[in-house]
Structures are given as C-alpha cells and as structure tokens.
C-alpha cells in the first residue's frame, strides 16, 4: 500500500514535470517564433514622423488664419471666385474640393479623413490616404528623390516639394543638350 | 714590325653591337625631358602600381599630384585614396518608370567628376527608347533634342559603368591597371594606363571613354575634392569610366553620388548591396528588377527596375 502511493506520487510527479517541461519549450518557441516574425524589412509605423525641410509655401500664404481667422467658414461646395483663383484643381477634382483636405475649423492645418489635423510638415500622411503604395515607397526611401548620406542621414522631401498637390502630374521639361556626334568632334 | 692583325686589333673597331648601343644611348638621351626635367617627371616614371605602393610611397604620390594640380588650376586640390568601407558592397538602382531623358544627371556627373569639356566626355548616355519595342538597343537613340521631354511614346534608360562582379573589361587589360576594388568599384590607375583602350572593346556596355586629347577642363569648373582612383584630373592617352563617385561614396558617412543628387524626379537609388536594411535591397526585393545583357554573365551591380 506504501509502496503503491509512493509509486503513485513518482508517477504524478513525472506527469507534472513533463507538463511543465512541455509547457516551457512552447513557450520558448512561442517566443522564439514572435523574434524572427519581423519581415527583413519592417515597415516603420505610420505614426513615425519624418524630418523634412519646410513645406514650399507660396511666400506670404502661411499662416492661412492670418486672413482666415475673420471669415466665417462657409463649407459649402463651390467655386472660389474672390481669393485662389490661381489654384485649378487637377487632382481627382470630381470627387472632392479644398475642404476635402484643408481643414475647416483650424485654417493652418490639414485635415485626414479620420478627422485628425496635422501640420503641413506631415502631409505625407494625408497623400499617404489614398497613395498608399507610394507611401510605403518612399518611407522605404525608393520613391521620390532622397539626398544626404548613402550610409549617415538622410534627407526626405515632402511630397509637395516635387508634386504641386492641386496639380501633381510632373510637367515636361526641357533636356539638357545631348551629347556631341563624332563626326562634329574637332 | 707588327702585322695586319695586331694593328686591327689596336684599332677603334666599330662592331655592330657597339652600334647599337651607341645608338641606343642617344636616342634615350633625347627622349629625356629636358626644358620640364623636374623630379616630378621622374618620379611619375619609376612610380610603381597603384596595389604595389607601400603607404609612405602613396603619400609621397598624392602630393606630387597635388602640387602639380594646384600650379596647373591654380586652387587647393585634394586627392586622397580613401579604401574602401569593410563590409560595403555597392549598389546601384535606376527606376525606368521614372525617368524622363532629362540628362541632368549626365551634367551634374561631368562637373563632379571632372570629365574633359572639349572633346566632351559623358560618363552617363541617356537612350530615349520606344514603348512599343521596350529594351531593344537595336533602336535606341541617345542624340534626341526635343524641346521638352519625357516624349509621348518614349522611355528613357540611362547607361553608365555598371561596376559588373564579373568585370571584362578588367580582364582583358594587359597591364593591370583596372581592376575591380573590394567594394565592387572598378577603377583605373590613370598612371598605369598605356591606353591600348582593349578594355573599351571588352565592356558590353560602351562604359569606358578614352582622353583623345588633352583634357579640356576649365580651372573655374574644376573640382578639388578628388580621389586618386576616381576623379583627379586625367592625362591624355588613358581610359577613363564612372566610379560611383568613389570620392563621395567612401567615406562614413559618404554622400549620394552626383548623379543621384541631381535627378529631379528621384529615378536613381543607391546603397550598401550588403546592408539588408538599404534602400537597393528593397527594391532588389520588391520590386521588378532587370540588369542589362543578362545573357553575357557580367553580373552588374546596376539594377533597372519598374517601381510602379
């Protein structure tokens, strides 16, 4: 009968040291697994804000509040007969108007969809709503063009510093003089 | 009374092979320089190859050539012979669905590299190729002068050294003075040059470029940051080839190269083909990537991609 407790005890206690045993390498591989689930290349998280040069304001546009703060905000869609007449929307002009993008309440900020406003230093994020793909690019550093030190710091643009956001497409420009034929060497 | 065969022996007898060596010895004495004979010259002529020099001996050459470049453009010039980085392979991408023929890269190249104005030398040549075609080098043209490009139609694919792992043109030199660097970089000893331009009929990619004349480099435009194996002023009769800018790219931190720096619309990407975190593994990566003359196995480290 003694023996057989006893018997019974070892018995019990093995099970409890292989359940703990087991219990311990799934976890150690649990973590393990968590360790290397990082792509080789992580995504920064869009929250993380890059450093960037001042956005390319048209001289004396900024801050907007400076004429804004005395108008009443009128959200009514419309077209802009006394002020910005010079800003002719090529950008998905059917499906949206200043207000879209420009907040309505604080004129010195922009406005994502998700009603948050954020500085014109951070506009990537709000192209980054609907150009998703460039987005990632150029958070990689591949699109748009990156200067600054190949292995040190690197200088990122806004997207705006290339592309006029109220006409983004890239215009044609002149070349520069092609190389000189042979035959017209001296 | 000695006989005819004392007499010729005591006479002066102008045998051919003290000829020869009269002969011999006059023609070096005018080959010597005479009216320019400092020990500048003869220092260049015993100077040994570049991977031969001991430490002490390259610095003695550097400072020879900068004194020599600075009485000819009369300013400070630099050249130094920065190794390269451990651990630093480099790498180059070119995005061809961004690039639209406008040759500021072929320019901002030339200034920093110190390339002849006259007769010119382009490292970089742009090739406006038609849509329709694709990559076919049969109908590239890369004299195009529109007014304004891109042209409806058209792509352009810019081509330079693409700093192959398996160099041809380094192979066939029959002096050793190109080799590929330890960082990929394949570079010419512009002293060790004899200019048979073999390397120029070897390179499947007309990378290589070769000083005619005396290189037409104007003292204002003149860059005086310079590296011995990349852009320090060339002599006539030696080939020369893009570098990466290895003045720029080998230090830490080292700058973009000037062709990178330059272009408008962000086409060209480069980084540490090593570093799994840069900017070409990203694009070798995720991107669809191409390199040119696949089939002829040089293995270039310049990679076309499409990012869009």
Not at chain 1, 43 to 63: C, D, H, Q, R, S
Not at chain 2, 143 to 162: A, D, L, R, T
Request: net charge positive.
């Amino acid at each position: 009968m003694k023996r057989g407790r006893s018997r019974n005890g070892l018995v019990l206690g093995i099970a409890v040291l292989a359940v703990c045993l087991a219990a311990g390498t799934a976890a150690a591989a649990q973590q393990k697994k968590e360790k290397t689930a990082g792509k080789p290349h992580a995504e920064p998280a869009p929250e993380k804000l890059f450093a960037v040069p001042k956005p390319p304001f048209t001289p004396g546009i900024f801050p907007c509040s400076d004429c804004h703060k005395e108008m009443k905000p009128n959200p009514t869609r419309r077209e802009l007969k006394d002020e910005h007449t010079g800003i002719v929307l090529n950008h998905a002009q059917g499906q949206r108007w200043c207000l879209d993008c420009h907040d309505v309440s604080n004129r010195d900020k922009l406005r994502l969809v998700n009603g948050e406003r954020i500085g014109h230093e951070e506009s990537y994020r709000l192209c980054g709503q609907c150009h998703g793909d460039k987005y990632r690019d150029w958070r990689a550093g591949i699109h748009g063009k990156r200067t600054g030190m190949w292995n040190g710091e690197k200088q990122y643009l806004l997207c705006v510093h290339c592309h006029n956001p109220h006409d983004p497409q890239f215009k044609p420009i002149p070349p520069m003089p092609p190389p000189t034929r042979p035959e017209d060497t001296k | 009374m000695p006989n005819q065969e004392s007499r010729d022996n005591a006479a002066f007898r102008m045998s051919r092979r003290k000829m020869m060596k009269g002969v011999g010895a006059v023609l070096g004495a005018l080959a010597l320089p005479e009216k320019d004979a400092s020990a500048s010259v003869w220092e260049e002529f015993f100077q040994k190859h570049f991977r031969e020099m001991s430490k002490p001996e390259l610095e003695k050459v550097l400072a020879r050539l900068e004194k020599e470049y600075a009485k000819t453009y009369g300013k400070a010039v630099k050249v130094r012979a920065t190794p390269h980085i451990e651990g630093v392979s480099y790498g180059y991408g070119l995005d061809l669905s961004r690039c639209i023929g406008c040759r500021r890269c072929v320019y901002a190249c030339v200034q920093e590299n110190n390339q002849s104005r006259d007769p010119q030398i382009h490292y970089i040549r742009v090739l406006q190729l038609d849509k329709e075609r694709g990559v076919d080098l049969e109908h590239a043209e890369h004299y195009y002068n529109p007014s304004k490009v891109p042209e409806k139609g058209h792509f352009y694919m810019p081509v330079q050294c693409h700093q192959c792992e398996l160099p041809p043109c380094t192979k066939v030199c029959p002096v050793q003075a190109t080799w590929k660097e330890r960082d990929g970089i394949v570079v010419v000893d512009y002293n060790w040059c004899i200019g048979c331009r073999y390397c120029m009929a070897a390179c499947p990619y007309g990378a290589r470029h070769f000083n005619w004349k005396k290189p037409g480099l104007p003292a204002a435009e003149m860059n005086p940051e310079t590296h011995y194996l990349g852009n320090r002023p060339r002599p006539v009769g030696v080939v020369e080839k893009c570098t990466f800018c290895i003045q720029r790219v080998r230090n830490t931190p080292g700058r973009y190269t000037a062709c990178v720096e330059v272009c408008p619309v962000g086409a060209r990407k480069f980084g540490n083909l090593l570093d799994p975190e840069s900017e070409i593994r990203y694009i070798i990566e995720n991107k669809r990537v191409f390199i040119l003359k696949e089939d002829l196995n040089t293995q270039p480290k310049f990679y076309y991609f499409y990012a869009t």
